[in-house]
């Protein structure tokens, strides 16, 4: 089993709609999680930054963590055509740890 | 700031060649990260630096590959023999601890192929 499972997709909604993103860990030592999202043929660039338990607004875009159930969630509301890309989770222990990402899900927004 | 530079963006080699990929990261950064991206195992953490010096290379596959950050300003990958296994897209990135743990900062990636 992999520390960080997240379903591939694609996931393909109406413009408009609500996104939910979410991803699974294995390890609890996890403390730190973040969101990045990564257009094709791009470096990922970082969306949402959380610190242990709980929720995280920015904008369009929040974040959760249950580290009871060691699950993270992004949402996007009003999705738009300009949000289709492939979103990453990461995670880390501490400190400036190097980051263990999953897989990403590739996201696309109809118009 | 032109944020973390890579270069070059695209090399392909046959196999059995040496392979050195760059990576200039942000200007006050005082971590640096290589990783690589492929389809099967998604985005992995290879190496990574805290001012200058390698803290964690776990990652690294195989003693073919090294990576040097002689300066603040620079760091190299480098694949000795390269193999056709090894063709990804190798990302460097960087952060500043006094910026905030962790928000690292991506550069755009080298595409390696190998024949």
């Known amino acids: 089993q992999k520390e960080v499972e997240q379903d591939p997709g694609p996931l393909s909604v109406p413009e408009g709609a609500i996104v939910s993103l979410n991803c699974t860990y294995s390890n609890s030592a996890f403390q730190y999680f973040m969101w990045y999202r990564q257009y094709s043929r791009k470096g990922p660039e970082l969306l949402m930054y959380?610190?242990?338990?709980g929720n995280k607004e920015d904008g369009r875009f929040t974040a959760q963590v249950d580290k009871s159930s060691k699950y993270i969630s992004l949402f996007i509301r009003d999705s738009q055509p300009s949000d289709s890309a492939t979103y990453l989770c990461?995670?880390?222990?501490?400190?400036?740890?190097?980051?263990?990402f999953g897989k990403g899900t590739h996201l696309i927004i109809q118009p | 700031d032109a944020g973390v530079i890579q270069s070059p963006r695209h090399e392909v080699t046959e196999m059995g060649q040496e392979v050195t990929l760059r990576c200039k990261p942000i200007s006050g950064h005082d971590y640096l990260f290589w990783y690589r991206q492929t389809m099967m195992r998604g985005l992995e953490l290879l190496i990574y630096?805290?001012?200058?010096?390698?803290?964690?290379d776990s990652g690294m596959p195989e003693d073919r590959f090294s990576a040097k950050m002689p300066n603040a300003s620079f760091s190299t990958l480098k694949i000795q023999p390269s193999e056709p296994r090894d063709s990804a897209v190798y990302f460097c990135?960087?952060?500043?601890?006094?910026?905030?743990?962790?928000?690292?900062?991506f550069g755009p990636g080298t595409r390696l192929t190998v024949l």
């Open positions: 959380t610190y242990s338990s």
């Open positions: 990135a960087s952060s500043s601890t006094s910026g905030g743990a962790n928000e690292q900062f």
């Open positions: 630096f805290n001012n200058n010096v390698p803290i964690d």
């Open positions: 990461a995670m880390t222990k501490g400190g400036a740890d190097g980051l263990t």
